[in-house]
T-cell receptor, first 113, second 110 residues
Framework: EAQVTQNPRYLITVTGKKLTVTCSQNMNHEYMSWYRQDPGLGLRQIYYSMNVEVTDKGDVPEGYKVSRKEKRNFPLILESPSPNQTSLYFC????????????FGPGTRLTVT | GQQLNQSPQSMFIQEGEDVSMNCTSSSIFNTWLWYKQDPGEGPVLLIALYKAGELTSNGRLTAQFGITRKDSFLNISASIPSDVGIYFCAGSNTGNQFYFGTGTSLTVIP
């Protein structure tokens, strides 16, 4: 089944403790992206990647890192999480640049205390 | 970042009624998209619009790309219970960066 998977689905952590949220897609998509969803603000793009080893900042990249060493994986790294990064995170992928149909993962709910 | 405002924020309607919602931006876009998010899931693309003035349908859904390129509209006809969810608009100019609206929450009362 074609899908985008994220792990973990739920995470509660403390301020300053480094964490990684994994994202993997099995559709051989070139483009992948991370979003955060907050009440009243919709989804905001954090980072995106057009292909392996190519990443770019989205609208709200501060406090996040990403890497794209393999086509199928696009992990989101929070080196020193803070409470304002408590949010619902979505990973998405699409065939490639200019292909607007993105397939979203199920989401990761992160709470930073 | 660019702001996309959706209205209304929420709607409560009777099954069978038609629904209209819109999205406005402070900037122009080359592409407008409409997504639906079911509870506990990620958004799913409903309709993509590529040209100012374009009117596109997907079943009971119809969306329009505004002439000014700063707005878009979504209509749902004859609503049914499974239409419940949050509807998001999104705009893009590059196909890489996407800006989402604040969302319209739809509740359909059977």
């Amino acid at each position: 089944e074609a899908q985008v998977t994220q792990n973990p689905r739920y995470l509660i952590t403390v301020t300053g403790k480094k964490l990684t949220v994994t994202c993997s897609q099995n559709m051989n998509h070139e483009y992948m992206s991370w979003y955060r969803q907050d009440p009243g603000l919709g989804l905001r793009q954090i980072y995106y990647s057009m292909n392996v080893e190519v990443t770019d900042k989205g609208d709200v990249p501060e406090g996040y890192k990403v890497s794209r060493k393999e086509k199928r994986n696009f992990p989101l790294i929070l080196e020193s999480p803070s409470p304002n990064q408590t949010s619902l995170y979505f990973c998405a992928s699409s065939l490639g640049a200019g292909t607007v149909e993105q397939y979203f993962g199920p989401g990761t709910r992160l709470t930073v205390t | 970042g660019q702001q996309l405002n959706q209205s209304p924020q929420s709607m409560f309607i009777q099954e069978g009624e038609d629904v209209s919602m819109n999205c406005t931006s402070s900037s122009i876009f080359n592409t407008w998209l409409w997504y639906k998010q079911d509870p506990g899931e990620g958004p799913v693309l409903l309709i993509a619009l590529y040209k100012a003035g374009e009117l596109t349908s997907n079943g009971r859904l119809t969306a329009q790309f505004g002439i000014t390129r700063k707005d878009s509209f979504l209509n749902i006809s004859a609503s049914i219970p499974s239409d419940v969810g949050i509807y998001f608009c999104a705009g893009s100019n590059t196909g890489n960066q996407f800006y989402f609206g604040t969302g319209t929450s739809l509740t359909v009362i059977p």
